[in-house]
């Protein structure tokens, strides 16, 4: 079995993606990285590898000494923390990019995951149903540095029949680890405070409509791509995905019916704007007819999962 490696492993993707890759290629096949000293308790069965994706030598000298077939390029600075540092933001989410596809275009890498999200849209794209191809112009530094990847990717598959594979994530809610800094955190956020104190304050208005995803299916479709026959995958800029669409008022709506009292409250900041420019829901028809995608979770099989895992002591 070739060797996989996960860079950006500790965050909100990257443990549940290392815990399910470790599944199925066996726990030495597949390398955690990530520029934190030290990985999760839960991620301590394999292989730990402190690395700086921007560090280009040192991250070129580990995946070609160590044979590294496929990988997984999480890191990346998310739509929010992005906003407070741009020059950073774009750096990082775009050197890293080019490190890995470049190690591929050599013959190093056979294989690459890349995510792209729904801020790659913007206020002059449809909102509902969100086709795979239509206007783009993102108003976020996330959002333009996520296009531009995109634009990237398919270029080097074009060019240099590098075979790189991606997917536009939207909102991803998870128990095992905390969301990242982005602009749907909030409703990762609203199941801890649940849970703690009954009540919840909201940065998105009550009715704001986002394209969420609960992280099962989302790591699923990850690797259902990342299997799917080269000839299968038409899109080599990023797939359109959904799971499901809601507000933070339908979010509460839920949870209230699971736990009587609950009660939300609203104080927009500086993410209403962002969440305003994304869509309220995504058409994902290219991503089922091309390999077979198909959501299991819906929002309320979602809500139950999540008031029943969260560990309140994550967030303290
Ligand atoms: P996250 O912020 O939870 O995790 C990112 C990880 O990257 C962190 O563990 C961080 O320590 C690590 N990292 C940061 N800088 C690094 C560097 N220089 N070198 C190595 N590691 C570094 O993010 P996430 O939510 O897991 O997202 C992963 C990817 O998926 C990102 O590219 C993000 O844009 C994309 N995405 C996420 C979502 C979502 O809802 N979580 C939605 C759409 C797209
Ligand atoms: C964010 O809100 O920045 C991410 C995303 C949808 O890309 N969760």
Redesign the pocket.
Known sequence: MSKTII?????????ELTLELRKRKGVDNVIA????EECPDILKDGIYVK????NREMVREYIIDHQIKEVY??????SA?AEKNPDFAWK??ME?LFTILDLAKEGHITKIF??????VFGPTTPRDNTPQYTVMEPTTV?GIS?QAGERWCEYYFNKFGVDVRSI?????ISYT??????T?DYAVDIFYKAKAENSFNCFLSADTELPMMYMEDAIRATIELMEAPSQKVKIRSSYNLSGCSFTPAQLAKEIETLQPGFTISYSPDFRQQIADSWPNSIDDSRAREDWGWQEKYGVKEMVKIMLENVNVNLMA
């Open positions: 860079i950006g492993a500790c965050g909100q993707i990257g443990t990285a990530d520029l934190k690395m700086d994706i921007l390029l999480l890191a990346a600075l998310l923390t990082l989410n890293g890349w995510p792209s999200s729904i801020a996330y996520k536009r994530y939207p909102g991803l680890s905390l969301p990242g800094g982005g749907t």
